[in-house]
């Protein structure tokens, strides 16, 4: 019912969008959420890597900087030194696979897509932290994920948004494809930015209401995996939100949503599958 007509074109490799894609995590960082230090030697990397392809992942999405609440900035040599590694272990096991690369760096972006290959460039901060992003994404011409996020990670849940969540994040949505589009940027994925500066109330606002987002016309990403919007309400941990997870991505796959972005591979694959399955019997003659 919600579904429009949507593709992105990564290195060449068109993916309709007809059915939602699984965008893999693969942090590269000692202090995320959940998988915080659990992939640092090659050995380890790779490992995740081949988990993911085997599950079924379409996209990698791959990031060397935390941006839990809280967390502070590391300086751009390190995360290059983080994603380069990681980048390289990718392209050794898959030369194709299509990798999105977590930063708001222009200059680290830059480099992930002209050295590896990367085709997305997945921006926490909808370009607000890098002035350069548009212009990079429009050179580039490469997909690029815009999230909302009020301000950075380290501050971001000191005042977070409440009941004005909506209109914020629609604002902010306005604003920027605005520039992107005057940059010259159009392949442009928005994603409202589940735990960023919202309050968990707000959360769950947003995703009762994910219709709305088809106003822009773009196609929409949503990340709640593990998240504290989950484990908060279910009073677990990280550890345990896997089934509140699958929960809310399959709530987001019956609003449209045709990005998820995952640790799990294999949980959102198969709530994919079911919600295609299900769709597919609407006009069956009973």
Known sequence: MFRQKHSININGQVFTLDKALVMGILNLTPDSFFDGGKYFTETEIKTRIQQMIAEGVDIIDIGGMSSRPGSDEISIETEWERLEKGLHC??????????????????????????????????????????????????????????????????????????NALKAVMDFFYRRLYEFQQAGAHDIIIDPGFGFGKTVEANYMLLNYLERFHIFDRPLLCGFSRKSMIYKQLNTTPAESLNGTTVLNSIALSKGCQILRVHDVKAAKEAVFLSEFTKSQVNQDW
């Open 90 to 163: 990718i392209r050794e096991i898959d030369a194709n696979i299509p990798i999105s690369v977590d930063t708001y760096r222009s200059k680290i972006a830059r480099k992930s897509v002209e050295n590896f290959n990367a085709g997305m460039i997945n921006d926490i901060s909808g370009g607000t932290f890098d002035p350069e992003m548009p212009n990079l994404v429009a050179e580039l011409n490469c997909p690029y994920v815009l999230m909302h996020m009020p301000q950075k990670p380290k501050t971001m849940q000191r005042d977070p948004l409440d009941k």
